[in-house]
């Protein structure tokens, strides 16, 4: 069983920078696609951005592109996503996730409703 645990949320000035981890367990030997979504008070959960484990293929959501990054440490079984000049908007509730995949391609086409392990969340406040 995949269990995800999320970590390093926080405050932060607007212009400011936080990381945030997710550690992975119980990780069979697959490919997967593990992305990052985030859900605001009275909003639905959107992605930010997703990997795909495999080949380290990455996606961004429009919003977050050239702020946000994405990547993994195999060896640590821990994903990332340093977050750069943050806004007031990019507060929310941030959670990891993830999928089996097998290729890039799949990755891309992955839909929220299609990730069937997920984080616990941890939550991010920027204030202007």
């Known amino acids: 069983q995949v269990q995800l645990m999320d970590a390093g949320g926080g405050s932060a000035q607007a212009g400011g920078s936080l990381r945030l981890s997710c550690t992975v367990s119980?990780?069979?030997?697959?490919?997967?696609?593990m992305g990052w979504f985030r859900q605001a008070p009275g909003k639905e959960r959107e992605g930010v951005a997703k990997?795909?484990?495999?080949?380290?293929?990455?996606y961004y959501a429009d919003s977050v592109k050239g702020r946000f990054t994405i990547s993994q440490d195999n060896a640590k079984n821990t994903l990332y996503l340093q977050m750069n000049s943050l806004k007031p908007e990019d507060t929310a509730m941030y959670y990891c996730a993830a999928a089996v995949r097998w290729s890039a391609a799949t990755c891309y086409l992955t839909i929220r409703a299609d990730f069937g392990y997920w984080g616990q969340g941890t939550q991010v406040t920027v204030s202007s």
């Open positions: 990997i795909y484990t495999g080949g380290g293929t990455t």
């Open positions: 119980g990780y069979p030997s697959r490919s997967y696609c």
